[in-house]
């Protein structure tokens, strides 16, 4: 019989426990409104450029220019979050968040929309989106005070946003159908309004900050030194990058599979993402539920090792039922890794450095994937879809393998997670 406590026993009363803090409430209320409208966004605006260019190439290319910034200027945000009051730079990115989303419903619904300004409000979005990351990643320890329901925030932001990432694109394609892109575009606008009223909403204490701006470039460097100096945050972050490049991008290939694997359709294609999705929730519910952060670094291992076999079991399925139950462990390995990746260096890392780790954090995981899917169209044009993906299953594994005999070399040491 499991003793009490032990992170084998699972309670359903625990799976919301980060609701006891109440600047988290607000966060979680706003927050899950607001994802649902960027989800909608997200799928008008390649519907759009799609519709105006009939060109999969600038489909690329606008999705190239949306996460791009994140990779060149994540880690400049990730200083300034550590230097400034994160609370005050989520209400300013929130905002112009908001007005990039207005802008583009007014120039859609007006009819005045053009190929160029997309990709101008794309890159103004990346932008956004870059100092937006790392001020967001390190304000959840702001707003949960006991660190012991840190693990379980971080849960239910994966949570939310996969149940977003089901409603959402839902949502958009009912309205592009009835009332075109815009539509989606200006709910968008306004689902900001939620986020921002919460955030204003809160009383977050002052807390410490670090030195002066005019040392920036200097705690630019001390945050990389420090990063890649830590064993755990290092392996993390190597590990995160490796699968953002080389595995999270089989998403870009799911049409081919619908169509050519599976001879289906459009639905055929929702049902496939639904199905990640669906297990992506699964793990995130998984992972809240947990009574303690022990053996997380475990748990990465299943988690990776599950996504490279499903990754390879899917490759190889020509039926429909037997594709969506491997991506649904594909969805659940995916978020069930990342989400405890998060957790460990949300857990270790210094309060002065946490802003500048977990901008590093969104370039491994956001900032490499525009390379990654423009890589894995590379060479699935040579090699194909399947044996691409079969390769990127295998490189999880070996991934997954190689970080765990990381962490046993660590065990024991001032930042083993084994401590945590």
């Known amino acids: 019989m499991a003793q009490a406590g032990s992170p084998t026993q699972f309670e359903f009363a625990?799976?919301?426990?980060?609701?006891?803090?109440?600047?988290?409430?607000?966060?979680?209320?706003?927050?899950?409104?607001?994802?649902?409208?960027?989800?909608?966004?997200?799928?008008?605006?390649?519907?759009?450029?799609?519709?105006?260019?009939?060109?999969?190439?600038?489909?690329?290319?606008?999705?190239?220019?949306?996460?791009?910034?994140?990779?060149?200027?994540?880690?400049?945000?990730?200083?300034?979050?550590?230097?400034?009051?994160?609370?005050?730079?989520?209400?300013?990115?929130?905002?112009?968040?908001?007005?990039?989303?207005?802008?583009?419903?007014?120039?859609?619904?007006?009819?005045?929309?053009?190929?160029?300004?997309?990709?101008?409000?794309?890159?103004?979005?990346?932008?956004i989106n870059a100092f937006d990351m790392p001020a967001r990643q390190s304000f959840v320890i702001e707003i949960v005070e006991q660190r012991e329901d840190l693990g379980n925030a971080i849960a239910l932001n994966s949570f939310m946003f996969n149940g977003a990432r089901l409603i959402g694109p839902s949502l958009a394609g009912i309205?592009?159908?009835?009332?075109?892109?815009?539509?989606?575009?200006?709910?968008?606008?306004?689902?900001?309004?939620?986020?921002?009223?919460?955030?204003?909403?809160?009383?977050?204490?002052?807390?410490?900050?670090?030195?002066?701006?005019?040392?920036?470039?200097?705690?630019?460097?001390?945050?990389?030194?420090?990063?890649?100096?830590?064993?755990?945050?290092?392996?993390?972050?190597?590990?995160?990058?490796?699968?953002?490049?080389?595995?999270?991008?089989?998403?870009?290939?799911?049409?081919?599979?619908?169509?050519?694997?599976?001879?289906?359709?459009?639905?055929?294609?929702?049902?496939?993402m639904a199905a990640a999705g669906t297990g992506a929730l699964a793990g995130a519910v998984y992972l809240a539920m947990r009574k303690?952060?022990?053996?997380?670094?475990r748990i990465i291992v299943v988690a990776a090792v599950t996504f490279g076999l499903g990754l390879i079991a899917f490759a190889f399925s020509r039926v429909l039922a037997l594709s969506l139950a491997t991506l649904f462990f594909i969805g659940f390995g995916m978020i069930v890794q990342m989400a405890s990746c998060n957790t460990i260096l949300q857990t270790i890392v210094q309060e002065d450095m946490r802003g500048r780790v977990m901008s590093l954090f969104a370039v491994a995981m956001v900032g490499m994937a525009p390379f990654g899917s423009l890589f894995a169209g590379f060479l699935s044009s040579r090699i194909?879809?399947?044996?691409?993906?079969?390769?990127?299953?295998?490189?999880?594994?070996?991934?997954?393998?190689?970080?765990?005999?990381?962490?046993l070399r660590m065990r024991g040491s001032q930042y083993g997670v084994s401590s945590l």
């Open 14 to 127: 625990f799976f919301l426990r980060a609701f006891n803090h109440r600047n988290y409430r607000l966060f979680f209320g706003g927050q899950a409104i607001s994802l649902i409208g960027t989800w909608m966004q997200q799928v008008a605006m390649s519907w759009l450029v799609y519709r105006l260019t009939n060109s999969t190439f600038l489909l690329g290319v606008v999705g190239f220019t949306g996460q791009v910034p994140i990779f060149l200027f994540a880690s400049l945000a990730g200083v300034f979050a550590d230097r400034h009051n994160r609370h005050r730079i989520l209400i300013v990115t929130q905002t112009l968040a908001m007005v990039q989303a207005l802008t583009l419903a007014f120039l859609t619904l007006g009819g005045f929309i053009t190929l160029w300004q997309i990709i101008v409000l794309s890159i103004l979005l990346g932008l």
């Open 292 to 297: 303690t952060i022990r053996g997380l670094e």
């Open 175 to 272: 309205l592009i159908a009835l009332t075109g892109e815009g539509t989606c575009f200006l709910l968008n606008g306004i689902s900001f309004f939620t986020i921002i009223l919460a955030l204003l909403a809160m009383q977050v204490p002052l807390r410490k900050r670090g030195k002066g701006i005019e040392h920036f470039w200097k705690g630019l460097w001390e945050g990389y030194a420090y990063a890649f100096t830590i064993a755990p945050i290092r392996s993390i972050l190597l590990y995160l990058a490796l699968i953002s490049f080389l595995v999270m991008p089989y998403s870009v290939l799911m049409p081919f599979f619908a169509r050519d694997y599976l001879h289906g359709g459009p639905h055929t294609l929702g049902f496939l």
């Open 384 to 407: 194909g879809p399947p044996h691409t993906l079969v390769i990127s299953g295998c490189i999880c594994i070996l991934g997954a393998l190689a970080f765990a005999r990381q962490f």
